[in-house]
Each structure stands twice: as structure tokens, then as C-alpha cells.
């Protein structure tokens, strides 16, 4: 049974001798969560005749009205549950939070922006970001497709091992690098970094003409592995207009209304952590006749351009 009622009404209804009473359960934190950094959870309620609250953080049970926990860079989002029961009855009430994980350490090329390439040693480094008046990370190790990296000839650990050096890349050290460091107490996992050393490409699928009133589909294809290497968004200087628009991911979909109109749709490909990016333009031509796209028809396209928004987009 879950009750949600102010302390006033658990006060009024424990006077009437109502046995057990939960209000609302609240779960707050303070400041961003952040790998290695410990951060304080706080369960609130209020209970007739007193409150007993439990936390589930991945799988496991911890009793107090308060938790304290340091993520280990392993996700990117966890589901916190508190409960609280009174002593007196099985009444209970829980909520939960999915509490999104900041991760500071990341693997990236030294010097930043370098395009790997075969011709030239490349260096990756562990890094902290905003380090302030924390240390930096230490002990290192490295982690290539998920399997611990053991330093060779032709790769070296330097700099207590936060530096991975390549004399002479070689086609077989591409691959999905990681560091998993200790940052204070904590061991934390450090996000990717995609070693390859051709340039992404991206295309743009779908048609160059379009005629009003059709639904038409256009995808950016990209060389990287979209949501582990790179995640993609659409950008454009004018907003199309039409019947229907919408993006999802790598897909969008527009009904254009306006024939003699040109629309350029940019497709942009990046790994925020790894400083690497790629994008590429299409250039759509709306034919046909004027009177196929109608003022009312572009209104309604409008409402659905709204409803169908998506994270990924920018406007430039
Ligand atoms: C660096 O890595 C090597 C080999 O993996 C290990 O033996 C050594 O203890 C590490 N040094 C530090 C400072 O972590
Ligand atoms: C990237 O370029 C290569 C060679 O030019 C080509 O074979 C491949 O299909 C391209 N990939 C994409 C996604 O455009
Ligand atoms: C679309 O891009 C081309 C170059 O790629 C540019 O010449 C043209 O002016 C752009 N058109 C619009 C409507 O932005």
C-alpha cells in the first residue's frame, strides 16, 4: 500500500488512531555525481509513529535514512530506491531516482587533436579533467577492447604509466581504449577512447529532390559505431519546413511543403571525451508546383516539428 499525505494529515489521522502512516518519500543529493567522488544521498518521509528507511542501489540493501556512495565510472546512470516502513505496520513508501554518473577520467590523445596516424608516435594519456584540488589519478592500468593491455616493444607505459606511447602505430593497435585509475579511494573506470586512424566518414542517404506532400528519409551513415564511439546530430541553419519532421538518432524523416526551396540538412559525428569529430552536408531541392505546399499545411508541420524535437538536435 503506498499513502502520500503531508505530516499535517499523518498527525490528524495517528490523533483518530489510524496504526501506521508513510507520507511521501523524497530522495535528494547535493552537486553533480561524479566517478571517485563520493556523494551523500538523503531519504526523507514522514511516518507514524516513526520512520525506518531502507536503500536498493545495484541489487544490494543498505539500512539508514542516509547513504554514501563513489561511483566507479562503470555506468552511466543508476536506479536508487528508498522505502520507508513504520515499526508498527507493513505500510510502506518508496521512490526512486535514476541518478545520472559524471565521469572526469577519460583516455585521450596527446598532444589533443592529433589524427592517429601510422607515420607518427602517438601518445594516449589518462586524464582527469578538473582535477582542482584533487590528486591526479594514480596507478593506472590500460585496458584495449576490454582486455588489460601488457606493454611491448613497440607500446610503452611512461609517466608512472598514465602515458600509453606507440613508437610506430600499427594497424592491430586500433581499438576501444580505457585507464582504470585510483582518484583518491576509489578504483574508477575512465570512458573510451576509439583508436583508428582513418578519418570517419559520413554520408548522408536519402534523395537530393523531394516533392512536396511525401514522407522522405534521409540517415547518416557514419564509419564510427554510433552510442560507443560516437553519437551523431543533425544541425541546420534554417529549419526545414513541411507537413512532418522528425529525428531519431541517426534518422530523420521530413514531409516538405514548400516547393522551390532548398534545404540543407548537416549530419555531425563526435566523441566529446575523445576530441574527435566529423561531419558531412546535404543539399535537398524542393520541385514541384506551388500550390502543393498550403500556409495551413506548414502550421501543422510546425506543431509536429515541436512534438518530435529531439535531444540530439542543434540549431546553428
Ligand atoms: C606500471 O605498470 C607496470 C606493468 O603493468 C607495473 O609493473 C608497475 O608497477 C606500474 N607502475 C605504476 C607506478 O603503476
Ligand atoms: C567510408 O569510406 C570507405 C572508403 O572510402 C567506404 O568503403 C565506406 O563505405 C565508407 N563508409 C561510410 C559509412 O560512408
Ligand atoms: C546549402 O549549402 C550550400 C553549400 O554546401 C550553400 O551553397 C547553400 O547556400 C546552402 N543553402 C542553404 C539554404 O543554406
Known sequence: MMINMNLFSILLMALMGVPGLVAKVQISWDGKVTAGFSTTFTCSSSCFPNCIYSWVLKGRTIKGSTLTWTPDGQENTVDLLCTVLTSETVVFSSAISVVEIKNRLSVQVSPTNTVPSFKQALDLVCHLAKSGDFQGPSNPIWFKDGQKVTPSDKMQLLQNNLTLHFDTPLPSD????????????TRVLSLGYLLSFDPWNITISGPDIVFPGRLYEFKCLTSCTLNLDCTVKWQFKHFPTGTYFSVSGNVLKWIPSIPGTFQNFTCIAENEAAGRSAQNTKMVEVKGSPQSGSQAAQLGGLLTMIHSLGLLMLFD
Open 174 to 185: 586500433a581499438g576501444f581504449y580505457q585507464c582504470e585509475a585510483s582518484l583518491q579511494e
